[in-house]
C-alpha cells in the first residue's frame, strides 16, 4: 500500500491529484507553470505534498503523468530535422496529401509546410505489391546514398515509409538495418512499426509527426525519470496517451506518437469516470483551463473516439478520444482588432505573467480578468492560496479594452465573456451534428480552473437544462491519469470481403494481434492484472472510400461467423447514417484490437449529510445580463450531500470558481457533486 500520483501540466498550472491506497483519500493540489524550467513545477509540487500532507517519495508507487510536450513541439514547429525514405517516383505522398484543402470555400486557403522539407524526401528503389510480394527488391545502394545525403543536410533523424509496408514490412526493416550500420548517431522509425495501416499518406504522416516530436519527448521524459529518481520516487513514470490509457515512459520515449493527445485526453478520461460516479450517462465535457477549452462527448457512459483528430495543422491517424479544442480559456487575450471589433483568443497570457488580476506583471485584459471585474472572483486566494487576486489590476486592463470600443467597464468585461461564450457555443454545436445528436438531452460537465467559472453561462446559451460540477473541477485531468487503465491499440490491415472463405485469414491475424497484445502488456509494461480484449473492424461496403468501425465479438471470429459481423456492421451503418443495404457484401478493411490491463480506481468517500440551504460566507455585488445583482458567496468546503441552493450565487473553492446566474436551481449529491437543473 502507498500513494498514488496523478499529474496534469496546462498552459498555466500543474494539477496534482494524490489517492492513498490505505485510507482511499484523495488529495488536490496546483502549482502555478514555470515555462522558463520546464518540469521544476513537479518537484515543487511533490515538495509541497510532502511537507503539507505527509507523502514521502519512496511511498509513492505510481506517478501518472499528462504532458503537451508532444503537442506542442508540433504546434511550435520545434521539433527535428528529419529525412523521410520513400519509394522512388511517391517522393510526393507528404506534399499531395489528400488534395484537399484547409477551408474549402476560401481564396487564401493553403496546406501546411510539411514536417519533412522536399530536399529531405528521398526516393529509394524498391516495390513491394499489395498482396505482399516484392516487385522490386531494395535497392541497397540506394538507400546508403540518402543516408549520407540526410547526413549532409543535417538531418537528426530519418522516417521509412514505403509502399505497401504494412503488408510486408520486409524492406523498411532491411532499410533499417542499414541506416543503424552506416549512421548510428541517427534515430530510425519504420512505418510498419508506428501505426502499420492501409493508406499511405495517412500511415507515413503518423510515423513522421512520431520522428518530429522524438528528440524533445525523449529529452522530456528522460529528465522526468531522472528528476523523480532524484527525489526519491522509485515508481517508474506512467505516461497517459491520445486513446485514454496510460504506458511506461521507456516506452513513450519512441512509441512518442501515441501521447500526443496526452493532456485532453486524460481529461476526457477523468469527466468520464466522474460522469459514471454521479450516475450521469451522457455528457458534454467542457474542460477549461488557462489556454484553452476542449470539449468532447459522452454517450451511454463512453467517451467517444476517433481517427484524424488534428495536431496543430495536421491529421493523427491513430485512435485516440475526440477531443474539440477551442482558443478560449480563462488567460485568453481580450483585443481589438483594426476594425474596432472586440475579440477574444486565441493568444493566451499564460502563467507568466498571467491574467492582470494575478499581480504578476500581466497589463493585458483576460476572461479572467473579465470575472474579476464583473465581481465573481477576487474575494478570495485561487488555486490553493497560490494566487491573491488583485481586482484593481483587473479593471486597469479591461478599461484599456473599454476605452477602445467605446462602452463601460462592467459593460467591457461582460462582453470579453459573451464572445468566449459564442466561441463555444459554436464549436459545440459543430462537434454534436457530427455525432447527430441533440446537445439538449445532455448534460453538460465543466472542469478545469476556469471550467465552472463558464459553464453555467454556456449551458443557457446552449438550452442544456442540466451542469455537473464535480468535487473537485480544477483537478479532473489529472485525476484521468490517476484511474487510466494501461491500454494500447493494434491494428492489421486484411482486406477481405465477410464472407465464409474469410475466416482463416481472420483466425490469423487474430492470433497475431492476440499474441502481440499480450506480449505488449506482459513484457514491455510488466503488467500482471486484470486484462480486457476488445475487438471491431474497420468496414464499409464496396465502393465506399472509407470506413467505419465496428465492435465485434471475439467468438464471431473464432467460430467463423461472417454473417454476425456483417449484421453488426449494417447496424452501425444504419445508426450512423439512417441507411444500410443488409443485401449488400460487407468488406473488412482493418481487424483492431484493444487491449486494456485495469488498474485500480479510488473509492470515493459519501459526503457529510445536511439538509436546507447551506450558510453563505458573504454576500456579494455580481455584474451579468446587464444588471447588478447582490449574490451569496458560498464555500465548497461547508457544502454537505443534500444542500440545495439557487443562482445566482458564487461557489468558490481552492481549484476553482463557479459562478452560476439565476435561473439554476443546485443540489449537493451523495459525493459532494453539485448538480445544476435550469428552469423554463
Known amino acids: ?14 494539477d496534482f491529484c494524490l489517492f492513498d491506497e490505505s485510507s482511499g483519500e484523495l488529495r488536490t493540489l496546483k502549482v502555478l507553470t514555470t515555462p522558463a524550467t520546464p518540469g521544476a513545477e513537479i518537484m515543487q509540487g511533490l515538495k509541497i505534498l510532502e511537507d503539507r500532507y505527509g507523502v514521502p517519495p ?50 487564401f486557403s493553403r496546406r501546411p509546410d510539411p514536417l519533412v522539407p522536399r530536399d529531405l524526401i528521398f526516393g529509394i528503389g524498391e516495390r513491394m505489391l499489395a498482396d505482399g510480394s516484392v516487385d522490386r527488391p531494395l535497392d541497397e545502394a540506394s538507400v546508403a546514398d540518402a543516408v549520407a545525403r540526410a547526413r549532409a543536410k543535417g538531418a537528426q533523424g530519418i522516417v521509412v515509409a514505403f509502399l505497401n509496408a504494412y503488408r510486408n514490412p520486409a524492406h523498411e526493416e532491411a532499410a533499417q538495418a542499414i541506416v543503424r550500420r552506416l549512421a548510428p548517431d541517427l534515430f530510425i522509425f519504420r512505418s510498419s512499426e508506428v501505426w502499420p495501416v492501409i493508406r499511405e499518406y495517412e500511415r507515413t504522416t503518423t510515423a513522421l509527426i512520431n520522428g518530429y516530436i522524438h528528440p524533445r519527448v525523449d529529452l522530456y521524459l528522460g529528465s522526468l525519470q531522472k528528476a523523480l529518481i532524484d527525489h526519491g520516487v522509485a515508481a517508474e ?29 486524460s481529461g476526457v478520461m477523468g469527466a468520464t469516470w466522474v460522469s459514471a460516479e454521479a450516475g450521469v450517462r451522457n455528457a458534454v465535457t467542457l474542460d477549461i483551463g488557462g489556454t484553452s477549452a476542449d470539449v468532447a462527448l459522452i454517450i451511454d457512459g463512453k467517451p467517444q473516439f476517433g481517427m484524424g483528430e488534428k495536431i496543430g495543422e495536421f491529421p493523427l491517424y491513430i485512435p485516440s478520444v475526440s477531443v474539440t479544442s477551442i482558443g478560449d480559456g480563462g488567460g485568453s487575450i481580450a483585443w481589438v482588432d483594426g476594425f474596432g471589433v472586440l475579440k477574444v483568443g486565441p493568444e493566451s497570457a499564460g502563467s507568466d505573467p498571467g491574467p492582470a488580476c494575478y499581480g504578476k506583471g500581466g497589463t493585458r485584459a483576460t476572461i479572467t480578468d473579465a470575472f474579476a471585474v464583473c465581481g465573481f472572483i477576487g474575494h478570495h486566494q485561487l488555486a490553493y492560496n497560490s494566487v491573491a487576486p488583485d481586482v484593481a489590476k483587473a479593471r486597469a486592463a479591461v478599461q484599456q479594452v473599454a476605452d477602445k470600443v467605446g462602452l463601460g467597464l462592467r459593460e467591457t468585461a461582460e462582453a470579453i465573456i459573451r464572445i468566449a461564450i459564442s466561441g463555444m457555443f459554436m464549436e459545440i454545436n459543430k462537434l454534436v451534428a457530427r455525432y ?12 478545469g480552473g476556469a471550467g465552472p467559472m463558464l459553464g453555467c453561462f454556456l449551458a443557457r446559451e446552449l ?30 490491415t486484411v482486406f477481405v470481403d465477410a464472407e465464409p472463405d474469410a475466416v482463416a485469414v481472420l483466425r490469423r491475424e487474430m492470433a497475431a494481434l492476440d499474441a502481440q497484445g499480450a506480449r ?32 465485434i465479438q471475439a467468438h ?16 452501425v451503418h444504419e445508426r450512423t447514417y439512417d441507411f444500410c443495404d443488409r443485401a449488400a457484401p460487407a468488406h473488412i478493411v482493418n481487424l483492431r484490437l484493444v487491449v486494456a490491463g485495469s488498474t485500480q480506481k479510488p473509492q470515493l468517500r459519501p459526503l457529510a449529510t445536511a439538509s436546507g440551504r447551506p450558510e453563505p460566507e458573504k454576500m456579494l455585488d455580481v ?7 447582490r449574490v451569496p458567496l458560498y464555500r465548497r468546503g461547508d457544502l454537505r450531500a443534500g444542500h440545495h441552493f439557487a443562482g445566482p450565487c458564487v461557489v468558490a473553492q481552492d481549484d476553482s470558481t463557479a459562478c452560476i446566474p439565476g435561473g439554476f436551481a443546485a443540489e449537493v449529491d451523495a459525493l459532494g457533486n453539485i448538480f445544476l437543473t435550469r428552469s423554463a
Open 1 to 14: 500500500m502507498g500513494y498514488r500520483i496523478g499529474v496534469d501540466i496546462g498552459g498555466t498550472f500543474i
Open 58 to 107: 519512496q511511498e509513492i508507487v505510481s506517478f501518472v503523468h499528462g504532458t503537451t510536450v508532444g503537442i506542442n513541439t508540433v504546434i511550435q514547429r520545434k521539433g527535428a530535422s528529419l529525412a523521410l525514405f520513400t519509394t522512388e517516383k511517391f517522393e510526393d505522398v507528404v506534399e499531395l496529401a489528400r488534395l484537399r484543402m484547409p477551408e474549402t470555400y476560401s481564396l
Open 237 to 265: 513514470p506512467l505516461i497517459t496517451k491520445s486513446n485514454g490509457g496510460v504506458m511506461s515512459a521507456e516506452i513513450g520515449k519512441t512509441n512518442c506518437v501515441s501521447m500526443v493527445l496526452s493532456g485532453t485526453a
Open 436 to 447: 447527430g445528436v441533440d446537445v439538449r438531452d445532455f448534460a453538460l460537465l465543466p472542469f
Open 463 to 492: 438550452g442544456v437544462d442540466r451542469v455537473l460540477i464535480p468535487t473537485t473541477p480544477g483537478v479532473v485531468s489529472a485525476l484521468g491519469g490517476l484511474i487510466a487503465d494501461v491500454k494500447n491499440d493494434f491494428i492489421r
Open 520 to 551: 505488449w502488456l506482459r513484457e514491455e509494461q510488466r503488467f500482471d492484472g486484470a486484462v480486457e480484449a476488445r475487438w471491431s473492424c474497420d468496414m464499409s461496403y464496396k465502393g465506399q472510400s472509407f470506413e467505419i468501425e465496428v465492435p
Open 556 to 571: 464471431w471470429l473464432r467460430d467463423g461467423d461472417m454473417a454476425a459481423i456483417a449484421t453488426a456492421f449494417h447496424d
Open 623 to 629: 455584474f451579468y445580463d446587464g444588471v447588478e445583482h
